[in-house]
């Protein structure tokens, strides 16, 4: 099966700093790459549609120039978590569509737990 | 996006089906269902979708009602590897952008 994998999987980092997250799709190409944010007991929020060599179009309230994303590959796109400050600490995952593949199926990563101290 | 309902938590007994209740009452013409299921501390799965007729897969079946305003994701034999929080979503295919609501946890007892 199709696998997409993110690096990387646990984050630590201080106040003020970037933080770069990849996300790989392994065995496929994929066009279109979403991210998503997750909080402690909540559900997911998509923040983010990537596609490959374009800009990403983010969903209301998301600031992009805070969240940089780029897709500069069929099978990598990243976000940048810019100024990182403790209330972006989440769980952050990605997901790809298959671009040959049949199916309207999304395949995610494990996802990326940044704690921002 | 059309929104969907479901309950906020399901239990099961292992071996025993599952049936999870989906209401998308104002769904339109193109939106597929899907079902996503999210373990502890993972990226969400694919479990299934699907737009008007009944679907099977290994993992689960759909079952959408004839007006399209409802499904129901089965486990056939619930495991306790099947405890997870299930994600029912409406998407239209050519965007594939999916809005995660609240989902069911669903708890497996052996």
């Known amino acids: 099966g199709a696998v997409v994998s993110q690096h990387p999987s646990w984050v630590i980092c201080k106040s003020g700093t970037s933080v770069k997250i990849e996300c790989r799709s392994l065995d496929f190409q994929a066009t279109t790459m979403f991210w998503y944010r997750q909080f402690p007991k909540q559900s997911l929020m998509l923040m983010a549609t990537?596609?490959?060599?374009?800009?990403?179009?983010?969903e209301q309230g998301v600031e992009k120039d805070k969240f940089l994303i780029n897709h500069a590959s069929l099978t990598l796109s990243t976000l940048t978590v810019t100024s990182a400050h403790p209330e972006d600490s989440s769980f952050y995952i990605c997901?790809?569509?298959?671009?040959?593949?049949?199916?309207?199926?999304?395949?995610f990563g494990p996802g990326t737990r940044l704690t921002v101290t | 996006d059309a929104k969907t309902t479901q309950p906020n938590s399901m239990e099961s007994n292992e071996e025993e089906p599952v049936h999870l209740p989906c209401n998308h009452s104002t769904i339109s013409g193109t939106d597929y269902i899907h079902w996503y299921r999210q373990l502890p501390s993972q990226g969400p799965e694919y479990v299934i979708h699907g737009l008007t007729s009944n679907v099977n897969n290994r993992m689960a079946s759909l079952a959408i009602a004839e007006d399209r305003k409802s499904s129901t994701l089965i486990l056939h034999r619930a495991t306790l590897r099947d405890a997870a929080v299930y994600y029912c979503?409406?998407?239209?295919?050519?965007?594939?952008?999916?809005?995660f609501g609240a989902g069911t946890q669903v708890v497996v007892t052996p």
């Open positions: 997901s790809a569509r298959d671009r040959g593949g049949k199916g309207s199926e999304q395949y």
């Open positions: 979503i409406l998407s239209t295919d050519s965007w594939g952008k999916l809005q």
């Open positions: 990537s596609n490959e060599g374009s800009k990403a179009t983010y």
